[in-house]
């Protein structure tokens, strides 16, 4: 496809701009352009088409089903969009004076209350840009916490396998070592592993509930204890919220700090590099370490950690997150959660006889399976597989994470979908499975419809070509 630097004809143009309403003002020499910007000129006819045809090459939840374990794409009301798209809130400037911002304040407030409750801690930081941020500004809450009480020593963050993988960057970013666990045979944390590695270095624990295999960790009562008793803190990766939401509170499990995922759990667009949104949220011990530049009551400044994001964070996302929980209502968040986990039940139900499990028993809101066998069998491995369910009008899952699993293939219905839907795309799964016995090496040349069909990954992730060469 032509790029549109390509399709550029001079003195072709589509901008209709009003006449000018401010003065002319000249830049000084050196911060002016040496020659015009290079620009594509294009007319509004191609223009449209040029972006047409980008998006009918992507594929999104509008597309069809997107199972895409770990990063929870769900279909996000539009009521949300509308929100986010009031003017009064789309023309806001962050430099404004905060007493001419009310409305955005109630917003951040409003949210917080509802999240307290969920969460079950006592205050919110909204600036967290995303996940893997709250993440960093949780640590470093932990870190300032612990050499507030003169215990610098405390250098160590136990993270079992298990977690999701931005948990060991994050702790090695706060400057932390990461102590890493060896899970069990069931795939959850094992309590004799934990105890041997807890000691006065332990700052704390990171745990990620439901875990990367998508199960709920049973011992967590005796995790928190274990982790306190011996002086460190606890932090709940609440990136997979929506599991538990409503049902279950990390601050009755003991946790002292959290992050949540507003664009994995509260319905606002995932992917595409954001926007997203990652609050930070905690106990009252720790809300003086708490990002200064926030709305929170308990936000202290002398001992805040100081600030992690330019003005407010991303407040559209917050106001698209609290637009659906105002649509859920109390009720609605539970059901949020059971759905979810109805709905990978019975999938993975439908799917584990082709395909084993990675766990035994129920999930949570994902799976983890395992295309071993059909690797070893047929030589069609689950990159083969899920290039093959891009024909059948599926994305595909996560592949190849968690790393703890061969062949992996995580998926995540997700509580916005229709059993029609599910029952759908089990009957995919499982055809491809029988196809890969009969033709194997169809699938390994799959996928046929999509507009690019294996590139090079490693080199357009090592390599990207961002810039267009001028001829
Ligand atoms: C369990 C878990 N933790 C952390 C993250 C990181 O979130 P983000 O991608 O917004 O940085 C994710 C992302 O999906 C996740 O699933």
């Avoid at 769900?74 to 789309?90: H, I, M, Q, R, S």
């Avoid at 079950?120 to 300032?144: N, V």
Wanted: aromatic share 8%.
């Amino acid at each position: 496809m032509e790029l549109i630097f390509e399709k550029s004809r001079e003195g072709r143009s589509s901008a209709i701009l009003p006449p000018c309403d401010v003065p002319v003002v000249s830049l000084p020499q050196e911060l002016s352009r040496k020659r015009r910007a290079r620009l594509p000129n294009i007319d509004e006819n191609s223009l449209s088409r040029h972006y047409s045809a980008l998006e009918s090459r992507s594929f999104g939840v509008n597309n069809g089903f997107y199972p895409l374990g770990s990063c929870t794409m769900k279909y996000n009301p539009k009521l949300g969009d509308e929100a986010a798209a009031l003017p009064g809130f789309t023309s806001l400037h962050p430099l404004q004076e905060p007493g001419t911002l009310r409305g955005c304040l109630k917003v951040f407030d409003m949210l917080s209350r509802y999240l307290c409750p969920i969460t079950g801690m006592d205050a919110f930081s909204f600036q967290p840009a995303a996940g893997a941020q709250g993440e960093l500004t949780g640590l470093l809450m932990i870190k300032a916490y612990h050499e507030s009480r003169g215990e610098a020593g405390r250098v160590n963050i136990i993270i079992p396998d298990s977690a999701h993988g931005t948990n060991p960057a994050s702790a090695s970013m706060a400057g932390f070592t990461v102590i890493n666990i060896k899970s069990g045979a069931d795939g959850r944390i094992d309590l004799e592993t934990l105890k041997s590695v807890t000691d006065s270095t332990t700052a704390g624990i990171m745990l990620t509930n439901p875990n990367t295999l998508g199960l709920f960790e049973t011992g967590i009562l005796e995790i928190t204890e274990i982790v306190h008793k011996a002086g460190g803190l606890c932090y709940y990766d609440g990136a997979n919220l929506n599991a538990v939401a409503g049902l279950f509170r990390p601050g009755d499990m003991g946790f002292d700090v959290m992050h949540i995922n507003l664009h994995k759990t509260f319905a606002t667009p995932h992917g595409g590099g954001g926007p997203g949104s990652g609050p930070a949220g905690c106990k009252k011990i720790l809300s003086e370490f708490l990002p200064s530049y926030g709305f929170e009551k308990d936000c202290g400044e002398g001992k805040s950690i100081g600030r992690v994001h330019g003005f407010y964070g991303n407040f559209l996302v917050a106001v698209r997150a609290l637009a659906y929980l105002l649509m859920l209502g109390r009720d609605g968040v539970a059901d949020m959660a059971g759905n979810a986990v109805l709905n990978a039940n019975y999938l993975l139900a439908k799917l584990k006889g082709a395909y084993p499990a990675a766990s035994q028993g129920f999930c949570m809101h994902e799976f983890v399976l395992s295309a071993e066998t059909l690797k070893e069998k047929y030589g069609v491995s689950a990159l083969d597989i899920a290039k093959g369910l891009e024909d059948c009008g599926i994305h595909p899952p996560t592949v190849y994470f968690p790393l703890i699993v061969h062949e992996a293939l995580m998926l995540e219905p997700t509580e916005t979908e229709s059993r029609e839907t599910l029952d759908a795309a089990a009957d995919m799964f499982l055809s491809l499975a029988q196809k890969a016995g009969e033709d194997a090496a169809s699938l390994r040349g799959a996928p046929f419809s999509a507009a690019v069909s294996r590139p090079d990954e490693v080199k357009a992730a090592r390599r990207p070509l961002l810039r267009y060469e001028w001829k």
